[in-house]
């Protein structure tokens, strides 16, 4: 589910993932926070079913400050965990690979490839 601990893991992995990442100038990001929908029918089970996607927020950049649109896409095995009311973290592909993630600094959006 989305919740308060699962903002907390992917604030942490994103944080990971920025410091092991070989991609100027991410490689020098931090984050600093993600956020929920401000409300829970944006992220209610019909919803990310029906678009595979939640749009959050989160605060990356070189001092982890910038608030960034947060686009959380979700894979089949998330999907499916979502659905049940299964935690999605093991869902967050590892740090140590640069192709769950993406960002637009101009845009301030970060897209997130769950599994």
């Known amino acids: 589910m989305l919740d308060q601990d699962f903002c907390s893991f992917l604030e942490y992995r994103i944080g990971e993932a920025f410091e092991k990442s070989s991609r100027e100038p991410f490689n020098h990001f ?5 956020g929920l929908p401000p409300f829970e029918a944006d992220y209610s089970i019909k919803t990310v079913n029906d678009k595979r996607q939640v749009v959050m927020s989160a605060y ?3 001092v982890g400050q910038d608030k960034y649109e947060l686009i959380l896409k979700f ?5 499916s965990r979502y659905a049940r009311g299964f935690d999605i973290s093991e869902c967050v592909p590892s740090p140590e690979s640069d192709n769950w993630w993406e960002v637009e600094i101009d845009r301030r959006t970060i897209l997130i490839q769950l599994d």
């Open 60 to 62: 990356i950049g070189p």
């Open 30 to 34: 931090w984050c600093d926070g993600v």
């Open 75 to 79: 894979g089949k095995k998330a999907l």
